[in-house]
């Protein structure tokens, strides 16, 4: 069976510190990734999302990057964090075939201060 | 653009009551996806149901059921006798094609007491 897993589950960091969220998938192979933040007020927001190795889409300019450097591993990364950016940080991974459902990770809680 | 709209924010109930949580949704695509979502205090979302927009039988899987009108653009989702475990906040979402991203409702918290 599949499993997402994500890490760290929560994090506190200063402003202006960098920031790298990892999440990775097990028991598949070419999966759609995606990240979502989850802001106080519980709408969810998809950040980025990729259909391949090294493939990534951006939803919303920000001063967030993602990365996809193996199959099933996806990457969120900031150069300097903003107040702003504290949230709940939501993995999601889909089959890249005929499919629909996205299956989510246990998420990353980011606290900036 | 699509927009999917939960009016209700929070509801409570007493256990074993019945509750209906609505969602309606617009989107001009004739072809769509509708979900809903379940997320528990440890924050995971859980995946509930999808319906495609070609398939309106409504849907019973135990306690739950959905009932989706596309002449009223609504995916209500219905928990018969409530229990404790069923408290958490739940999203709808909506996609227009497969693999494409979900575009949330701003979920409901529901709490169910005993």
């Known amino acids: 069976s599949q499993t997402i897993h994500q890490w760290p589950a929560t994090l506190v960091q200063p402003v202006g510190s960098p920031l790298s969220l990892e999440c990775t998938v097990e028991?598949?192979?070419?999966?759609?990734l995606y990240w979502y933040r989850q802001a106080a007020g519980r709408g969810l927001q998809l950040l980025f999302y990729s259909v391949g190795i090294g493939q990534i889409s951006s939803e919303v300019p920000q001063n967030l990057s993602a990365s996809r450097p193996q199959d099933r591993q996806f990457i969120l990364s900031s150069k300097k964090l903003l107040l702003s950016d504290s949230g709940f940080y939501l993995c999601?991974?889909?089959?890249?075939?005929?499919?629909?459902?996205?299956?989510f990770g246990p998420g990353t809680r980011l606290t900036v201060t | 653009a699509q927009k999917v709209t939960q009016a209700q924010t929070e509801i409570s109930v007493v256990e074993k009551e019945d509750v209906t949580l609505d969602c309606v949704y617009e989107t001009r695509d004739t072809t769509y996806y509708l979900f809903w979502y379940k997320q528990p205090p440890s924050g995971e979302l859980v995946f509930l149901i999808r319906?495609?927009?070609?398939?309106?039988q409504n849907e019973i899987s135990g306690r739950y059921s959905w009932n989706f009108q596309k002449s009223t653009s609504s995916f209500n989702f219905t928990i018969t006798a409530s229990q404790v475990v069923d408290s958490a906040v739940y999203f709808c979402?909506?996609?227009?094609?497969?693999?494409?991203?979900?575009?949330f409702g701003k979920g409901i918290t529901l709490s169910v007491r005993p």
């Open positions: 979402a909506l996609s227009k094609e497969a693999n494409s991203k979900l575009t």
């Open positions: 319906r495609n927009s070609f398939d309106e």
């Open positions: 999601a991974w889909s089959v890249s075939s005929v499919t629909y459902e996205q299956y």
């Open positions: 028991g598949t192979s070419n999966p759609n």
